[in-house]
């Protein structure tokens, strides 16, 4: 996956999939328009929606998401939209207008452990109440179940056609079960018992699966699970950060100390440490790593981290590249740009969509300046909003409203 990390909502985007029909590209002037909200979807976690066929490009909508749509997460690939439902199941939206072309129902009753895309498969995973389940992208059918030995799916991951769930039945202990199945037809291809601390997420990339348990990074075989490195004894990685092929270790956003560790680079095939930028003495909250290695952290004070400074970093030249205010929020990176909302108490500009260059920052000027939507509904800090980018350059992203259960697509600022 592109992007992982500190974000709570996981990685959720992927590919290309042959959902249907069309080629991406910027909308029309009229529909780069917001929509009139359609009537309320309905609730499609007990009966299944027929594949429907879908043409045109990524354009600007707004539609209402069902409870077990809202309940749940939903991703993006290069040609649709799914989510996954707090039920096990899948919804398939449109790109053109965010309708339902196909939906896969199920009826467990479970957290939902998020969602990953798998495009080279063509499979959507999800996982609730301990079984993990997959889509068929192209058809719109139930492609296999799987059973995980005991408890609820605490974290998923997806890479090189392998899905892997940390398998957590108590929270509070500090081992879980990390299995991997193939993505294709859910064969489980290995299962181990591994060191883990309790909300830490999965990082997969280039053969290899990372796990982290507060102190020790571990990394194994994406085809055997064997351990084939693991981070130096005595090192310190309270929280792993991963993202485009690099790995992070950072304080914990979980700790209220005075004092944080220096955020540390691991070599991702020795888990040693690499030279790596100075950051604040502030707390990191969360972040994500861009494809060509820069990290962005939100960094507030331990005891209030309402407001703070998105951080960037690069870790490739070693040097701190800009720093901007904010208030917590979701955040992604698009079209080479970091993707945040605006601060709530920025009452001038408030409830927008801002991105601002990643290596310029948001003091640039001209073609490199910050850019920002319009103002919606989705889009307010009340809404508890989520980003959603979709895999491909569509030029458009997702924003999901949680209070009020809806889902808007819009042109990338």
Wanted: with cysteine; aromatic share 6%.
């Amino acid at each position: 996956m592109a992007l992982c990390g500190l974000l709570g909502t996981g990685c959720s985007t992927a590919g290309d999939s042959g959902s249907g029909g069309g080629s991406s590209g910027d909308p029309s002037p009229a529909a780069s328009s917001p929509t009139t909200a359609p009537a309320p979807s309905p609730d499609v976690s007990s009966r299944a929606a027929a594949p429907a066929p879908v043409s045109g490009p990524w354009r600007a909508w707004v539609t209402k998401l069902s409870a077990a749509e809202a309940h749940g997460t939903c991703g993006a690939t290069a040609h649709q939209v799914v989510c996954a439902t707090n039920s096990g199941g899948f919804v398939g939206r449109s790109r053109a207008d965010g309708g339902i072309t196909w939906s896969v129902p199920a009826s467990d009753h479970g957290k939902s452990a998020g969602l990953v895309l798998d495009a080279a498969d063509e499979r959507a995973v999800t996982g609730a109440a301990g079984v993990l389940r997959a889509a068929n992208l192209r058809t719109g059918t139930q492609a296999w179940t799987h059973r995980l030995p005991s408890g609820d799916a605490a974290a998923l991951g997806a890479a090189g056609g392998v899905v892997y769930a940390l398998d957590a039945t108590d929270p509070t202990s500090s081992t879980a079960v990390l299995e991997a199945v193939q993505a294709s037809d859910g064969t489980s291809l290995w299962r181990r018992t591994v060191a883990w601390e309790s909300g830490e997420p999965l990082a997969a990339f280039r053969g290899r699966v990372y796990t982290a348990d507060g102190t020790q990074v571990t990394a194994r075989d994406a085809r055997t699970g064997n351990t084939v490195a693991t981070s130096p004894t005595g090192f310190e990685c309270q929280h792993l950060v991963s993202g485009g092929h690099y790995l992070l270790c950072t304080g914990s956003p979980y700790s209220a100390v005075d004092a944080f560790p220096p955020m540390r680079r691991l070599d991702p095939t020795t888990l040693r440490p690499l030279p790596t930028p100075r950051n604040t003495i502030d707390k990191p909250v969360h972040g994500l790593i861009s494809d060509d290695g820069v990290v962005v952290l939100y960094e507030a004070g331990a005891e209030d981290t309402s407001a703070g400074n998105w951080n960037a970093y690069d870790l490739k030249s070693g040097r701190r590249l800009w720093s901007s205010y904010a208030t917590e929020a979701d955040a992604a990176v698009a079209g080479g740009r970091f993707v945040t909302f605006t601060p709530v108490n920025d009452r001038a500009r408030r409830g927008r969509v801002i991105t601002i260059g990643l290596h310029a920052g948001p003091r640039a000027t001209g073609a490199a300046a910050p850019r920002m939507s319009e103002p919606y509904p989705q889009t307010r800090y009340g809404e508890h909003p989520l980003l959603v980018v979709p895999g491909g350059d569509t030029g458009h992203l997702l924003v999901v409203a949680q209070t009020h259960a809806s889902l808007r697509s819009l042109q990338l600022p």
